[in-house]
């Protein structure tokens, strides 16, 4: 069964410093991974989603990459802004196209 | 498109009564799926469905049903609502079991049972 987990739990930083989030999964034999936003008492927004035979995703100051050897994938966020604070969020797809989700990381950006 | 909506966005429930969450896609996208958020956690996958009338169940199935008979609605019922079922309730859908088609997700349903 996989089991998805993301360390922190949250995470504060000053507004222009770097963040670096971290996923890890048990099964690596996982088709893709897609890491999602999400504000306070809204849905999930997708931001990127890296394909197992993929190593990294770049969007904007978004960056993902996927090691699927040592189960681990990691969203970087380059310049951070107040804008970026959210919980964000990995799941990795099995067969069928369903996903199992990390708890999260409550991401605070400090002006 | 108006994506994949949500019925009602908050719900307030007497334990033992039954109720019925609306989700609608204007996507034509074949797999649906429902999913249940506690607090501070991630999503689990209650039920999906991958096409009208083909429904299976997910991690946590057990106080809920579901129906699809058409390719846009895939409701989720409530028989006889239990504290427990008190969460945030997410419909998604995506255009193919493929690894390269993402999920979209609706606002989501905050439920309280009591």
């Known amino acids: 069964k996989q089991e998805v987990t993301q360390i922190p739990a949250a995470l504060s930083v000053p507004e222009g410093e770097n963040l670096v989030l971290n996923c890890s999964f048990t099964d690596s034999a996982i088709y893709n991974l897609q890491w999602f936003r999400q504000d306070p008492g809204k849905g999930l927004t997708s931001l990127l989603l890296i394909q197992s035979s993929q190593r990294e995703q770049t969007s904007g100051r978004l960056n993902a990459s996927l090691d699927k050897s040592s189960g681990r994938s990691t969203l970087y966020i380059a310049a951070s802004q107040p804008g970026d604070s959210a919980t964000y969020l990995c799941a990795g797809e099995a067969a069928g196209n369903k996903l199992t989700f990390g708890g999260g990381t409550r991401v605070l950006v400090k002006p | 498109n108006a994506g994949v909506t949500q019925t009602p966005k908050f719900r307030i429930l007497k334990i033992g009564q039954s109720m019925t969450l609306q989700c609608t896609q204007d996507m034509n996208h074949n797999y649906m799926y429902w999913y249940r958020q506690d607090p501070g956690m991630g999503l689990k996958l209650i039920y999906y469905?991958?096409?009208?009338?083909?429904?299976d169940k997910g991690e946590v199935p057990n106080g809920y049903n579901v129906s699809r008979s058409t390719t846009e609605d895939f409701p989720l019922r409530l028989e006889l609502a239990a504290p427990s079922q008190t969460s945030v309730y997410f419909c998604?859908?995506?255009?193919?079991?493929?690894?390269?088609?993402?999920?979209?997700f609706g606002p989501g349903t905050r439920l309280t049972v009591t």
């Open positions: 469905s991958v096409g009208a009338g083909i429904t």
């Open positions: 998604a859908s995506s255009y193919t079991a493929q690894s390269s088609y993402e999920q979209y």
